[in-house]
Structure formats: structure tokens, C-alpha cells
Nanobody, 117 residues
Framework: QVQLVESGGGLVQPGGSLRLSCAAS????????MKWYRQAPGKERELVAG????????NYANPVKGRFTISRDNAKNTVYLQMNSLKAEDTAVYYC??????????WGKGTLVTVSS
């Protein structure tokens, strides 16, 4: 059974940090590129960051460049999103996505991040 389980969300003050984790199971994790998406209330889901299957290349959406870092541990079947200098506009549900080069993809159920004082 394929599972992507996000964790690490919560309430944080502006300027604070959170580290999201996404634990994968039921598929060959190291064969999949991994991405983090987010969806704020009333907005469409947007790409936040991505990392290749081997971890050698990463990309980021402009709003999070320099503040967020995506990484992965293929031995632990886990992808991370380190979020620093958080802003109110980072408030959203964050989703983990796994995508194979053949087009097969999986989604997690999301974890809520709220940035508020």
C-alpha cells in the first residue's frame, strides 16, 4: 500500500522555523522525484520545492528561495522541507508529492502550517 505521510506542521510565529517531513512507503522511493506543494485558503495548489530522485538537483518557487530547503534521505524513505524566516503568506496546507519519470505519481494528505503572531 502506497503511503506518503506528512508531519511537522503547526503554529509558528512570523520569523520562526519549521521542518516538515514526508515518510514514504509502498513504492521504490529512490526512483521518484519528490516535491512539496502548498495550498492556501481560497488559492490554487502551488509548487514550493522539488528534488530529483538522487537528491542532486533542487528547485524552488521564487517566494521561498533563500528561506526553504528541500532534502531527502533515501535510506529512510523520507523527504524534508526546512522552512526558515516564515511569513504569514506561507500559511497553507503543505503536501508531499512523489513522481516517477513514467508519470506515475502519489500524494500525501497534507500538513497544516499556520504562521501567525
Amino acid at each position: 500500500q502506497v503511503q506518503l505521510v506528512e508531519s511537522g506542521g503547526g503554529l509558528v510565529q512570523p520569523g520562526g522555523s519549521l521542518r516538515l517531513s514526508c515518510a514514504a512507503s509502498g513504492f521504490a522511493f529512490s526512483d521518484y522525484a519528490m516535491k512539496w506543494y502548498r495550498q492556501a485558503p481560497g488559492k490554487e495548489r502551488e509548487l514550493v520545492a522539488g528534488i530529483t530522485s538522487g537528491g542532486g538537483f533542487t528547485n524552488y518557487a521564487n517566494p521561498v528561495k533563500g528561506r526553504f530547503t528541500i532534502s531527502r534521505d533515501n535510506a529512510k524513505n523520507t523527504v524534508y522541507l526546512q522552512m526558515n524566516s516564515l511569513k504569514a503568506e506561507d500559511t497553507a496546507v503543505y503536501y508531499c508529492n512523489a513522481r516517477h519519470i513514467n508519470g506515475l505519481e502519489f500524494w500525501g494528505k497534507g500538513t497544516l502550517v499556520t504562521v501567525s503572531s
